[in-house]
């Protein structure tokens, strides 16, 4: 797995200031300065360990995210391809309710727009790397199909982007909305209600869309 900066407890606690100020304001109207206030410290003692809130948010995220991974991964049962199918599900439906990842998507989502469009981030490398190991582990018991355990990793990670990001717009989480879309073919759910398109069901499918894929 690739490796993770080490954070020390007094950078954890800069961390947990940040993570509060962008929580209170927004990441564009934060600065540096608002920071160390906030940690109760210098300007410059924060601009030792960061240059610009940038490279703070992008240690901020590397921390948020890897906590969400680790805590549903700590979660999982079954062999490989159990904790597969429903870890990357409920990852996804964790970090869609986080409050650092709704704050981002809702006021600045120009954020995710690089690790979506151009490059890869700290947080998707190491997650791509634990999805790798569980894919050969499962290949080697025959839980798995054959295949590249980096390129199946990857294909879960783009299909898990777009019900990470936009499962919102596709759901219907209210009986009124629900009743409105009538009860055309499809309307049935993973999760057994009648007409419930909600984003609890789009888990459901996305879990059923990998652990097929997986399958021998």
């Not at 079954?78 to 599900?89: D, F, I, K, N, Y």
């Not at 009743?179 to 499809?186: E, M, V």
Request: hydrophobic share 40%; charged share 25%.
């Amino acid at each position: 797995m690739p490796s993770i900066r080490n954070i020390t407890r007094s950078e954890d606690r800069y961390l947990d200031a940040a993570r509060a100020c962008i929580l209170a304001t927004g990441w564009t109207r934060t600065t540096l300065t608002d920071v160390a206030r906030r940690a109760g410290v210098s300007r410059m003692t924060i601009y030792r360990t960061w240059p610009d809130m940038q490279t703070l948010l992008a240690d901020l995220m590397t921390r948020e995210w890897g906590g969400v991974v680790t805590e549903v991964a700590s979660a999982g049962e079954g062999g490989p391809l159990e904790r597969l199918s429903q870890g990357v599900a409920r990852t996804v439906s964790a970090l869609r309710s986080n409050d650092l990842f709704r704050k981002i998507v809702e006021v600045d989502p120009e954020l995710l727009l690089p690790y979506l469009l151009q490059r890869r981030g700290r947080s998707q490398d190491n997650i791509l790397a634990l999805t790798a190991d569980l894919i050969a582990a499962g290949q080697a018991d025959g839980s798995v199909r054959a295949g590249d355990p980096t390129l199946l990793a990857r294909s879960m990670l783009l299909a898990a982007h777009g019900f990470t990001l936009s499962a919102e717009t596709m759901a219907e989480n209210t009986p009124e909305t629900a009743a409105g879309s009538g009860s055309g073919s499809g309307s049935g759910s993973a999760s057994g209600s009648g007409s419930g398109r909600t984003v609890e069901a789009f888990d459901d499918e996305l879990r059923l869309m990998l652990e097929r894929y997986l399958a021998p």
